[in-house]
């Protein structure tokens, strides 16, 4: 079945210059900011609101947009167009009245792909690990001195923000697959890290996830290139299907059949290395980041090949720049220690992303424990794949699952963070479950469970981020027993 969505993505886009005063709903989330940012520094009129302030809304109004608290019609005063995301609901009144009004409406997608005319645009979509690996690219072409403009899903920690307007010809994309709006920027080069089945509150199975991503495949344009994951099953068989298909396709991973393959893989605390192999490794070498995780060597992999094979970078500066890679916001981010305890945050919220930034960390707490503080993100992921999810954080030592994160969805009968709970309890393996409903209560819980030389894990792509730092305080006050 085809999902049913709101947006023509593969409609052809207005020109920047032909959006007039632009108003962003929701303007303060990681997406909409970088759309926000990207407008205001191509030099439109750009206003927004969000349902409560943050520390991004003043750095918008620091950037000269004018940002509202609350929604309100009277916003939408000498407005052209309004971009929205596809958790702004039909009868948000923002919304509803651009409708009646008859104002220009874009998805947050079409904004960026209007952004992007004129340049060579780089889509990097994935179940798992897109943000980084759009960081990651990000990163190492503005070493390799392309100077590239970028729309990420998080903030760079070396540059202090998620979006740029840059002097070259590239533009990279954190492309979302969750609404089928990645169909929207016709790139040169695509990178598809995984396919699996997620979002099936809006594609229903996971046949049609895999139809989907065969026609992001389908809007690279001609002469393109697909770089894909060979060690992940999803993304391998695209690959072969996008081949059959005419397009040029490029794979990289441990499997031995990937056309840029990662040999000697071996790490030393947060430093991964692997020696790169194969018909699309160039003058070879060795891939070293400083970050942890194999699936981190894997997205330096694929934005290895994108800017060597897909944009001519230099295949040594772009080493360089990997290696010079600091991180994400909420990529397995270092939030502090107090009491001798360690805290780290991470976005991962489906299972393929728990599992891996569990297993990355699982190993980094030793001889300490890992303390996983885990908060479900939507209902219907929460029915879908809570036993799932409790696997990937069955290597921690102590589990603290959370209420879900209801984001865009209402709440569903007999679904809560104890659905995780009850089958993390049922797994085989000795560890201390917690299921804690009141979010509020969780640090105090945390804190009460840590022992010095124990790593916190907070996961999750809701408010969960708040738990880490408070624990950090409740243990500067009161340290736990050595």
């Not at 651009?98 to 874009?106: E, S």
């Not at 441990?254 to 000697?264: G, I, Q, S, V």
């Not at 679904?415 to 917690?434: F, K, M, T, Y």
Request: net charge negative; charged share 20%.
């Amino acid at each position: 079945m085809s999902p049913i969505t709101r947006f023509d993505y593969e409609a052809p886009v207005p020109a920047v210059d032909e959006l007039g005063r632009v108003h962003v709903l929701a303007i303060g989330g990681a997406g909409m900011s970088a759309v926000a940012r990207l407008l205001l520094q191509a030099g439109l009129t750009v206003s927004g609101s969000d349902a409560r302030d943050s520390a991004m809304l003043g750095a918008l109004r620091a950037d000269g947009a004018t940002v509202w608290v609350g929604h309100e019609e009277a916003h939408l005063a000498g407005v052209d167009t309004v971009v929205v995301s596809s958790a702004i609901r039909e009868d948000n009144v923002e919304l509803a009245a651009a409708r009646a009004a008859g104002l220009r409406v874009l998805h947050r997608s079409q904004a960026l792909a209007a952004l992007a005319a004129g340049r060579v645009p780089v889509a990097v979509a994935g179940a798992n690990g897109k943000t980084t690996t759009t960081s990651m690219l990000t990163v190492a072409l503005i070493d390799a001195g392309a100077d590239p403009s970028y729309a990420i899903g998080g903030e760079l920690s070396a540059a202090g923000t998620n979006a740029h307007v840059g002097g070259g010809r590239s533009m990279v994309i954190e492309a979302d697959e969750s609404d089928g709006s990645f169909l929207a920027y016709r790139p040169q080069v695509a990178i598809v890290t995984n396919v699996q089945p997620d979002h099936l509150d809006f594609y229903g199975t996971f046949e049609a996830v895999q139809d989907a991503y065969l026609r992001f495949t389908g809007t690279i344009r001609p002469g393109g290139l697909l770089v894909a994951c060979a060690d992940d099953a999803g993304s391998l068989q695209l690959a072969q299907r996008a081949a059959a298909a005419g397009v040029r396709v490029l794979t990289y991973g441990t499997a031995p059949e990937a056309d840029l393959r990662l040999c000697e893989v071996r790490f030393d605390g947060m430093t991964g290395r692997a020696r790169l192999a194969g018909p699309a490794s160039g003058e070879g070498g060795e891939l070293v980041i400083e970050v942890p995780g194999e699936h981190n060597l894997r997205n330096a992999a694929a934005a290895y090949l994108a800017a060597t094979a897909g944009l001519g970078a230099r295949p040594a500066e772009v080493l360089a720049g990997l290696r010079a890679y600091s991180g994400t916001r909420r990529r397995f981010e270092a939030k502090g220690e107090a009491a001798g305890v360690r805290v780290v945050d991470d976005y991962a919220h489906n299972p393929g992303k728990v599992a891996a930034v569990v297993a990355t960390a699982a190993p980094l707490a030793r001889p300490g424990r890992l303390v996983a503080v885990f908060q479900p993100h939507l209902y219907s992921r929460t029915r879908d794949f809570a036993q799932s999810l409790a696997a990937g954080l069955a290597p921690a030592d102590v589990a603290v699952i959370l209420d879900v994160y209801a984001a865009r969805e209402d709440p569903m009968p007999g679904v809560s963070g104890d659905l995780v709970a009850e089958h993390l309890r049922a797994l085989p393996g000795e560890r201390q479950v917690r299921y804690v409903p009141d979010k509020a209560s969780a640090p105090r819980v945390v804190a009460e469970l840590v022992r010095p030389g124990d790593l916190v894990l907070t996961v999750g792509a809701g408010d969960v981020t708040d738990v880490g730092p408070a624990v950090l305080e409740l243990l500067e006050a009161n340290p736990p027993p050595q």
